[in-house]
């Protein structure tokens, strides 16, 4: 080999490469070096009178970190046309399933699900107990799954 040649070491041994093959190792191994070490520290950078001038913080960020933060890094952040048309079916067929319902009953759910009332706000302001409360919703949402399924 001549002194002049280039060469890599690769597997254990000097191999010598013509100038492309060496320009693009070094290429690759360079960036390798960027992505391995430069990427993952902080530097400082210092002034002519020896002084901290700047801090270069980490490129690099932690899974962790983004999860805590709910970073969702390709999330789409719109409603699918399907899924507001889905959604948009849905809605009219509850409005119409409680419709089906008596005065009371649609005002009970509206004071549980709509205003979020406790079973045991909407039994004090019915004079009824918190059980009785339970029971009626338990039958009115029976009664809107069957209407929702027809």
Known sequence: MDADKKKIWMNGQLIEVTEEVYAAYMKGDRKMRYFEKDLK???FLLGENGKLQQVIP???DSLDRLMEDNAEQFADQHES???QVFRK???EQLYEALQRLTAAE???IYALFFEEQ???QVGEVLGITRQAVHKQKTRLLKK???FLEN
């Open 118 to 120: 406790t079973e045991r």
């Open 58 to 60: 980490s490129r690099e």
């Open 144 to 146: 809107l799954k069957i």
């Open 106 to 108: 649609r005002n009970l």
């Open 89 to 91: 079916i849905s809605l």
């Open 81 to 83: 046309v399907e899924d």
């Open 41 to 43: 520290t902080e530097r």
